[in-house]
């Protein structure tokens, strides 16, 4: 495979990733010696000449846009140059040295607010230069952000491939909005992504935890619940983010500058506050460095608490006894105390690196892990907690180490496989992972965590069936989770599998019936099905729950048109538009309802309107122009269709842009 040369150039070093119809590798330019890119290979689901001309054509325009897009600012990944070779599309982009930013947060390990705002203002401001080409970048995460060597500044990749090239499975969905998963993005779309990242960041939270987090919702409003947990939190920085993560996107911030102006209100005053109550709550902390602590923080203890009991053992004891109790703190005094009696006890290093680990202080997790070690190199649960430590703080080689020894020491250990595996997912070994993941179920054949885990890389490779029977074997363990119905169901419908993500749907509903979510996104099911009773009824059922969801009024109204009812369409638009009257897409819809009764005079006064609220809503343009057409308004519709084409293909929107200029043509002509 090296000594092919892709596009007469570009020789083969590695394979990065493989999907099923995607692959990505690191490539050479024979042109230029010891030069490295990412080749992105798009193959094409159907190979019908007719249709591999459309793709074509869909592929250069879009191509051409992130090209001329990425070239323009220095933190975005850059478009090298495109071709197609064989009928497979390819994508030639910048290698950036760096770190992706799943190196920073997702570890477990909680952030300082001053560090969040400055990240997410760094982040806002690529934002706002991605939205003025008016491009929805649509799969903003920590992996597809990478911490570039250079000048450590941050550098937004992986901007969605052509979309109607090949036809992929959904990811990572904790990032992704209502809206999004609807094939609705909006600008905002990308801020609801980084409010979640913030999130993530601000309570140190794990993959795992962070996919919890996105399942606890009010069943009501379908608002995240993630302030509970945090009630020392800057209360300007909560509203923001709050904000940011809005489950109506119309209720979120409209624009990245918006978050930019609130942002920059609290930096300058978040810093004094902070350290203040750092002092009032741990004053030891005022010591410079861990070590500083280590070193004198027994002797803090030794004064804070009574005089403690001689016996190291029966202070072991007490701490375990706590520890079980989740009194992680009280164990931490046990076991401190019971190293003043006996420094050289090995099993307290280890308990007291337990419970350090429990209360998210890794460093300190990792510093008695080692020292446990230093005492008894045969220990395997050392290496094991102290790879667990060294994962939480990003240092996933050296956790693989630690994995490696205690696996020699005890290899019947499936948490250590488990453990192994995760660390190998975050160096992008896929293959070593998976291999991991299969060893922990097999020596732990109900191992939830292991199947959870080994079917969200699974469905990250493509691999969407095999990853459904990870899911499957999680639900048969926890029937009764309905959060994780739901989190198949949607995976399902990105599938194209109506009929399975619709029994998930309902499975999810029976486990609670309050799932407004469910409810809508089954509602949608029914009405592609043709089910029109049991669409209406679930959308009726949201409006039950929440008399206020315009989501659910411009969702029935949908319905109600498919049907040719366009006068209940046009009712349910009016409430749409009653409860929100910035909504766009209600106004335009309402216009087609309009038209298609006969009432081309409000159908023009509705797509006005739409595009009085969305000044770049390129559909309305269009919509308009046809109106006018038929009107005999031959000027105005060619500038309505001049406008619509100027969008499209601003949008990378190809199809839709050659339509408006075929409708110019044949006007003018």
């Known amino acids: 495979m090296n000594s092919y040369l892709l596009d007469t150039r570009y020789r083969i070093l590695a394979v990065l990733s493989t999907e099923e119809l995607t692959q990505t590798y690191l490539v050479e330019d024979s042109n230029l010696p010891e030069s490295q890119f990412i080749l992105k290979q798009l193959r094409p689901a159907n190979n019908n000449p007719q249709e591999l001309n459309i793709l074509r054509r869909l592929f250069r325009g879009e191509a051409e846009t992130l090209e001329k897009l990425t070239h323009a600012h220095n933190q975005l990944q850059k478009l090298a140059t495109y071709f197609e070779e064989k009928e497979e599309f390819y994508l030639v982009q910048e290698f950036i040295p760096g770190n992706p930013l799943t190196e920073e947060i997702l570890l477990g390990i909680p952030l300082e607010e001053e560090q969040v705002i400055n990240l997410l203002l760094e982040l806002l401001e690529i934002l706002v230069f991605v939205h003025s080409y008016e491009v929805i970048h649509q799969d903003i995460q920590p992996s597809n952000i990478i911490r570039r060597d250079v000048d450590n500044k941050l550098v937004l990749i992986d901007f969605s491939s052509p979309r109607e090239i090949v036809t992929t499975t959904m990811g990572n969905l904790e990032y992704i909005p209502i809206e999004q998963l609807q094939g609705n993005p909006q600008y905002n779309s990308d801020i609801y992504a980084l409010g979640i990242m913030a999130i993530a960041a601000l309570q140190g939270l794990t993959v795992e935890e962070l996919t919890i987090l996105i399942g606890n919702k009010n069943v009501l409003t379908g608002e995240i619940i993630w302030r509970n947990n945090m009630p020392q939190i800057n209360q300007e920085l909560a509203k923001i983010i709050d904000k940011m993560i809005r489950f109506d996107y119309r209720k ?11 942002l920059k209100q609290i930096n300058d ?5 902070k350290q203040e109550k750092q002092k009032l709550q741990k004053p030891w902390l005022l010591l410079t460095g861990i070590a500083g602590f280590i070193a004198l923080g027994t002797a803090a203890w030794f004064f804070l608490t009574p005089k403690p009991v001689v016996d190291a053992k029966l202070l072991y004891l007490q701490g375990v006894e706590k520890y079980d109790r989740n009194d992680y703190q009280g164990a931490i005094k046990d076991f401190t105390q019971a190293l003043e009696a006996n420094p050289k006890d090995a099993k307290t290093y280890n308990a007291r690196s337990d419970a350090f680990y429990q209360l998210k202080d890794y460093q300190k997790a990792q510093l008695d892990a080692s020292k446990a070690i230093q005492l008894n190199a045969k220990d395997d649960n050392a290496y094991y907690d102290r790879g667990f430590s060294h994962y939480q703080l990003g240092k996933y080689k050296e956790a693989i180490a630690d994995y490696n020894q205690a696996i020699q020491l005890n290899a019947k250990n499936p948490y250590t496989y488990y453990g192994r595996g995760l660390a190998f997912v975050e160096l992008k070994n896929s293959q070593k992972a998976i291999v991991d993941f299969n060893k922990a179920i097999a020596l732990q054949p109900n191992y939830s965590g292991a199947y959870l885990q080994r079917g969200i890389l699974r469905r990250r490779l493509g691999q969407t069936q095999t990853a459904i029977q990870d899911f499957d074997t999680i639900i048969e363990t926890n029937p009764h989770d309905a959060q994780a119905f739901l989190q198949r169901g949607l995976t399902h419908f990105a599938n194209n599998d109506r009929e399975l993500a619709l029994k998930d749907y309902n499975s999810a509903i029976e486990l609670n019936p309050k799932y407004i979510e469910a409810y809508l996104n089954r509602g949608d099911v029914y009405s592609e099905l043709g089910k029109n009773l049991e669409a209406t009824e679930d959308y009726n059922k949201v409006l039950e729950l929440d008399p206020k969801s315009s989501l659910a009024y411009l969702h029935r109204g949908m319905h109600r048109f498919s049907l040719g009812n366009y ?82 293909k601003q949008r990378g929107q190809t199809t839709s842009y050659q339509d408006a200029q075929k409708e110019i043509k044949n006007l003018q002509n």
């Open 252 to 262: 979120r911030y409209q624009s990245a500058n918006e978050v930019i102006d609130d």
């Open 269 to 273: 005053t978040q810093e004094e506050p």
């Open 567 to 648: 006068q209940g369409a046009i009712a349910d638009y009016n409430e749409a538009i009653k409860l929100n009257p910035k909504n766009g897409t209600a106004y335009n819809n309402r216009g087609n309802a309009h038209l298609e009764s006969g009432n081309k005079k409000a159908a023009i006064t509705d797509y006005t309107k739409a595009i009085a609220v969305r000044p770049n809503y390129a559909l309305a343009y269009y919509n308009r122009g046809l109106v006018r057409v038929k009107n005999g308004d031959k000027k105005a519709a060619i500038a309505d269709f001049q406008q619509a084409a100027k969008i499209f």
